[in-house]
């Protein structure tokens, strides 16, 4: 067995454990008969969110499969650079960004069941598209185009996702109902891999059957269970619109989006740092990686428990604030029992920062217009988070020499907006 593959298989083995040690909590917490929590009652009594959640583990099991395995395929079968595959992403990036505000108008106007059943089917096929590329070896510029047109599909599912759970949880519970989404999507995630590590040792390709599958599942449970939950008021016109009138929403979408870009050095950035400047092996890095995930499994409902005093644009500052230190911390020293305490810490930040960021959108979205809402934070989202890691490697090929001043950038810039975002959630009230 090659090195490239020995490796793999220790990924498949790692994420196996990640799922069986780390998933077992919140599920027994979420299925226990005796637990009458209010989240367990969330979660029973209302349809919509428990399938949405379902979904979401099923989507995303399958999918991080391909997200993981792509840059691979693409190097090993058809001999691409690492630019070329960097670009690939960032381009997929570009491509969403008008599919998120058109994407939020459709929904409103044919109702969040249609695109939530069209999107994975059309999905499903474009991963089908990718399988049999791997037996008949298309040009690699079809495998990009094919690559890159999942993307757009995937956010309108995520956006009609966030729109259903708002249409049917009330403000109050909101956070805990995001919160419980991404648990569920967590899970999968660590399944998927684990599944595709296995299946990789065979082909590459065959990892893009798995994601093909579990698209046809989640339009399948949507067709077959999922509801409209469209509110009566939504408007139905065909007439595009977008939210830049408001002024509030455009400002903490800038916001939102530039917490994440800060938060977007975890990844790509941290990943080529670490190899780098402190000659951490692949495994040492997916190990971090794994660990992110145990933590966001284990601690993601204790943190919003501890956290329920404060508002979400408080939450979103105080995960900024952590995000900044960690990085900064991470410049410290390469002591390796130290780099997984701060990514431990750093994982809390992430904790605090995704169903506030989710929550607070939500709030600022009119009840007729959420899709519309959702999809325009997607475009400014998708302007701003995806310059992170250009941002990041770019600085770092200048400064990799020097980490402690490397990470002073991020340190600086998450405390400024740290502040900012206190100042402005004392100011606003439709957040508050």
Do not use: C
């Not at 952590?322 to 930040?349: E, N, Q």
Request: net charge positive; proline share 4%.
């Amino acid at each position: 067995m090659s090195d490239q593959y020995k490796e793999t298989y220790f990924y498949s083995l790692l994420s196996v454990s990640h799922v069986f040690i780390a998933a077992q909590p919140e599920l027994i917490l979420l299925v226990s008969v005796r637990n009458r929590s209010p989240l367990m009652k969330l979660l029973l009594e209302n349809r919509t969110l428990g399938l949405v959640t379902l979904s979401q583990f099923i989507r995303v099991m399958g999918r991080s499969v391909a997200w993981i395995f792509t840059p691979l395929y693409l190097l090993i079968d058809y001999h691409d650079t690492y630019f070329q595959i960097g670009m690939i992403f960032f381009v997929s990036s570009l491509i969403s960004l008008p599919v998120s505000i058109y994407g939020g108008n459709l929904i409103d106007r044919v109702g969040r069941r249609v695109v939530s059943i069209v999107s994975p089917v059309v999905s499903s096929a474009l991963f089908f598209g990718l399988f049999l590329s791997s037996f008949i070896h298309l040009p690699a510029m079809i495998v990009y185009i094919l690559f890159v047109l999942i993307y757009p599909f995937a956010d309108l599912e995520g956006i009609a996702d966030n729109v259903m759970i708002s249409d049917t949880v009330s403000p109050e519970q909101r956070n805990d109902a995001f919160s419980l989404a991404r648990i569920s999507a967590n899970v999968g995630f660590s399944m998927g891999p684990a599944i595709g590590g296995f299946i990789a040792l065979y082909g590459f390709g065959y990892t893009f059957f798995i994601p093909f599958v579990t698209s046809l599942a989640v339009a399948i449970i949507y067709l077959i269970k999922m509801a409209e939950t469209r509110p009566a008021s939504t408007s139905t016109t065909s007439k595009f619109s977008f939210p830049a009138k408001d002024r509030e929403f455009i400002y903490f979408a800038i916001m939102v989006s530039m917490a994440w870009f800060i938060a977007g050095q975890w990844g790509t950035t941290l990943t080529l740092f670490l190899n780098r400047a402190y000659d951490y092996t692949s495994v040492q890095i997916g190990v971090l990686y794994s660990l992110n995930g145990i933590i966001v499994i284990l601690f993601q409902l204790p943190v919003n428990a501890a956290l329920k005093r404060f508002t979400d644009v408080s939450k979103l500052s105080i995960g900024v604030l952590i995000y900044a230190v960690t990085f900064f911390t991470f410049s410290l020293t390469s002591y390796f029992p130290f780099v997984l305490l701060d990514t431990a810490i750093l994982t809390i930040g992430e904790n605090a920062m995704a169903p506030a960021s989710q929550t607070i959108i939500a709030k600022l979205a009119p009840e007729s217009r959420r899709g519309e809402y959702f999809g325009a934070f997607g475009a400014v989202s998708g302007m701003i988070v995806p310059l992170a890691p250009l941002f990041g490697t770019l600085a770092l090929g200048y400064l990799i020499s020097t980490p402690i001043l490397f990470w002073s950038i991020f340190l600086y810039l998450g405390l400024i907006l740290s502040v900012v975002l206190k100042i402005s959630g004392k100011i606003s009230k439709r957040v508050d």
